[in-house]
């Protein structure tokens, strides 16, 4: 069984910061793909950033020179660095552990960020 707890949503003014944190199990972290996704009111889900194994990263075009994605392997975690926030940042965000291998495909329960004056 995967899990991932997320951590460091809240509510920040524009142009604030925050830094999201999603501890995963041993397991997970050494096999999957970890993403972060995020989620508006009445809007699909979609990827904000991902990184592999080997440390390749990718990321919404949106989020490009504000958000960085990064792991600590000795702590199982990823984070989301998230500066220069926008309100249409807006969301809940969900860690995201996918593996083509395995076929596994697990999410955190998410975190709420608001980005509001």
């Known amino acids: 069984q995967v899990q991932l707890v997320e951590s460091g949503g809240g509510l920040v003014q524009p142009g604030g910061s925050l830094r999201l944190s999603c501890a995963a199990s041993?397991?997970?972290?050494?096999?999957?793909?970890m993403g972060w996704y995020r989620q508006a009111p009445g809007k699909s889900r979609e990827l904000v950033a991902a990184i592999t194994n080997s440390g390749s990263t990718n990321y919404q075009d949106s989020v490009k020179g504000r958000f960085t994605i990064s792991t600590e392997n000795a702590k199982n975690t990823v984070y989301l660095q998230m500066d220069s926030l926008k309100p249409e940042d807006t969301a809940v965000y969900y860690c995201n552990c996918n593996s083509f291998r395995t076929g596994w495909n697990y999410w955190g329960q998410g975190t709420q960020v608001t980005v509001s004056s």
């Open positions: 041993a397991s997970a972290f050494s096999i999957c793909k």
